[in-house]
């Protein structure tokens, strides 16, 4: 009896540390790839930013096209799609040409006008080969975008606001600093001199930049963590600097005192000891401290806006001073950042050039020389540059069939020149919604419970 007693307890011991390790091995997490771990929802409405590999010709619609991410797409504190991911889309539209701006090309010799043409993205492939479904909004390709600093941050980095930070160019590949780069001297005389010719292939350059807006929520990478709420997003006395994207247009031209700003971060911010500060979602609420819009006399627009608050996704509200320290734009933009964060639209000095030319060709059109016979020359080349000052192309051959009507184009010519250059209104600066920003966030202390806005001015 007692060796039966025995035995069923040793087998009971037995089946006891069997189950034990059973239960122990299914406990265990079965581990999954970098990159495409499931759970992780990047919701609809954040922009990809692609960058084209090389340079794509522009013929119909449906022709593939292939880049990269410039920058990583973060959802909370984890990355949920990195930088350099190939995107694979196609040319989803082709669309006409205005007649106003067909009928300016013309005029210049132009025939073949650039027309509106966006790009849709359907695929992005991640480091194992696996491929993510998705669909972005159509979106129109910037050729050169600069990322603008303020005079301040310039000088501290010995950084060019036409290069952008170096820091930002070590996570990217080489389509991203194509994108960031700004076209060398031979280049912008290249693509002059390719744009006189009559006809020419429209095409995107290699490191066009697109911002396509998902239209469905995409699924990949790790599970966010919890939000912490027991620390202060910005401690009193130390900055903080943080990258976001308007969610909210701002134009010179239609801003007003008091005009709400709103913009959404979009890479999460880390204390020294690597505790979350600020994860990617929390929103900065902000208003227009002062607007000007573009006047005549080539007065250009003027905005200055500062963000007042910091919301975490928790729910946690803290009062903040947050100034515009940077952003990306169009090269054909002409934006600028002063020291105190206001952004405006900055005249080239360049255009200067071209009416002091048509002034000179203007007034050499009445000088007529004359042969040895003492007949009046033809004067073809002087004829060309009158009729090209005012028409064009096709002015220079118009301008052959009269001396009287090149003397005339050209002083039409210079007439609008001067005009355009030095009289008429100047350009409003326009930040579009999703632009991405740069903001220096400080505690805001003794203005915590005021509410009452920072005085500044443009002036």
């Not at 220096?440 to 203005?447: F, V, Y």
Request: net charge positive.
């Amino acid at each position: 009896m007692r060796n039966t007693t025995d035995w069923k307890k040793s087998l009971m011991r037995g089946c006891i540390v069997w189950l034990t390790i059973a239960v122990a091995c299914l406990a265990q997490k079965t581990p999954v790839a970098p990159g495409a771990q499931p759970g992780t929802t990047v919701p609809a409405g954040v922009p990809l930013r692609v960058a084209l590999e090389r340079r794509v010709a522009i013929k119909r619609v449906g022709e593939p096209i292939q880049g990269r991410l410039v920058e990583p797409i973060y959802v909370f504190d984890r990355v949920a799609l990195p930088a350099g991911s190939v995107v694979e889309g196609h040319i989803a539209e082709i669309g006409g040409v205005p007649a106003r701006r067909r009928l300016t090309a013309i005029l210049n010799g132009n025939f073949t006008p650039p027309r509106e043409v966006r790009a849709q993205f359907d695929a992005l492939v991640l480091s194992d080969g696996s491929r993510l479904p998705l669909r972005t909004s159509p979106s129109r390709g910037t050729a050169h975008t600069l990322r603008i600093a303020t005079p301040r941050k310039k000088a501290e980095g010995h950084n060019s606001a036409l290069t952008g930070t170096r820091d930002g160019f070590k996570e990217m590949d080489q389509a991203a600093i194509r994108a960031f780069t700004a076209p060398g001297k031979l280049s912008r005389l290249k693509s002059t001199l390719f744009g006189m010719l009559p006809y020419h292939r429209q095409a995107w350059p290699a490191g066009t930049l697109f911002s396509g807006v998902l239209q469905e929520p995409l699924t990949a990478a790790p599970r966010p963590v919890e939000a912490r709420t027991d620390c202060l997003a910005v401690a009193a006395g130390e900055a903080q600097e943080v990258y976001a994207r308007l969610l909210t247009e701002i134009s010179s031209a239609t801003a007003r005192r008091g005009a709400r700003v709103e913009a959404v971060v979009t890479r999460p911010v880390f204390s020294a000891d690597h505790g979350l500060l600020i994860p990617e979602g929390s929103r900065l609420l902000g208003d227009v401290v002062a607007a000007q819009p573009a006047r005549r006399f080539h007065r250009n627009g003027k905005v200055l806006f500062v963000f007042r608050q910091i919301k975490l996704p928790a729910g946690t509200v803290q009062g903040i001073q947050g100034y515009l320290e940077g952003v990306e734009a169009n090269v054909d933009a002409h934006l600028a950042l002063d020291s105190e964060g206001a952004a405006r639209a900055r005249s080239p000095k360049t255009r200067f050039i071209f009416p002091a030319i048509a002034i000179a060709v203007s007034g050499l059109s009445f000088h007529q020389d004359y042969n040895a016979q003492g007949v009046p020359d033809q004067d073809i080349a002087g004829r060309a540059e009158s009729g090209a000052v005012g028409l064009g192309w096709i002015g220079t051959l118009l301008a052959q069939t009269s001396r009287t009507l090149a003397s005339g184009m050209a002083f039409t010519g210079a007439g609008f020149s001067v005009y355009s250059t030095f009289i008429a209104r100047g350009e409003d600066m326009v930040l579009p919604a999703n632009t991405p920003v740069k903001v220096s966030l400080r505690a805001r202390g003794g203005e915590a419970g005021s509410g009452q806005p920072v005085r500044r001015s443009l002036h």
